[in-house]
């Protein structure tokens, strides 16, 4: 049971949450681990239902080193909201990070950020989506990108598109306005990458 445990500790399950999660007592989880109970079938589609993976992956078929071991973890650039389920999301030693499949499609310079607002619904982009940026990649007129928007002594990570010298929004609310590139306070970071949809 080694790639169970993996798995469930790459999703942030503990053995208390999957006994709940299969509806039984904590005891039943403690066998199982221990060996002295088998994994039955409607169980590993229970927890492969709640986060994500096939049932396979779950029942360790075709493990091996390449199975154990994530795609690759993109790290999220300010944690995602902890009251939402994104099934690809991957907390490892306090920390959040994207699980993607497309291991070759980004460097090490990669991050995943959460949509708060809806400041781009109108492009498809709704508050809960997850966009794949990269930093030092330049923006194109035209992009939707990730810029900073600083007030005060703090600053706002949002996404606009970037029609120079602004970056305009395109929403159903009125409260967002483009920002021009010329003033001091905001500043282009990198454009955005994939969007991934959650429903």
């Known amino acids: 049971m080694s790639h ?8 942030g399950i503990t053995q208390t949450e999957l006994a709940r999660i299969l509806g039984r007592d904590k005891s039943v989880i403690t066998n199982l681990f221990q060996g002295k109970r088998q994994l039955k079938a ?10 994500g993976v096939p049932v396979t992956q779950i029942l360790g078929v075709g493990a091996g080193k390449g199975f154990e071991e994530p795609s690759m973890l993109i790290p999220f650039q300010h944690e995602p ?9 991957i907390i490892k030693e306090g920390k959040s990070y994207l699980e993607v499949d497309e291991k070759s499609g980004y460097s090490p310079k990669a991050y995943a950020l959460e949509i708060r607002d809806d400041s781009m619904n109108l492009s ?9 940026s990269e930093m030092d990649r330049p923006c194109k007129p035209g992009q939707v990108v990730v810029a900073q928007y600083y007030k005060g002594r703090g600053a706002e990570t949002i996404i ?15 409260v967002f306005k483009p920002l021009s590139l010329n003033e001091a306070e905001v500043r282009l970071v990198s454009p955005v990458l994939k969007l991934i949809r959650v429903f």
């Open 124 to 132: 498809g982009i709704l508050p809960g989506d997850i966009v794949i």
């Open 81 to 89: 909201e902890r009251g939402k389920h994104h099934t690809n999301v």
């Open 4 to 11: 169970l445990k993996q798995l469930l500790t790459r999703h």
């Open 160 to 174: 606009r598109r970037y029609l120079p010298p602004y970056l305009t929004p395109h929403s159903t609310s009125a």
């Open 42 to 51: 409607d169980e590993a589609m229970l927890i492969a239902g709640r986060i």
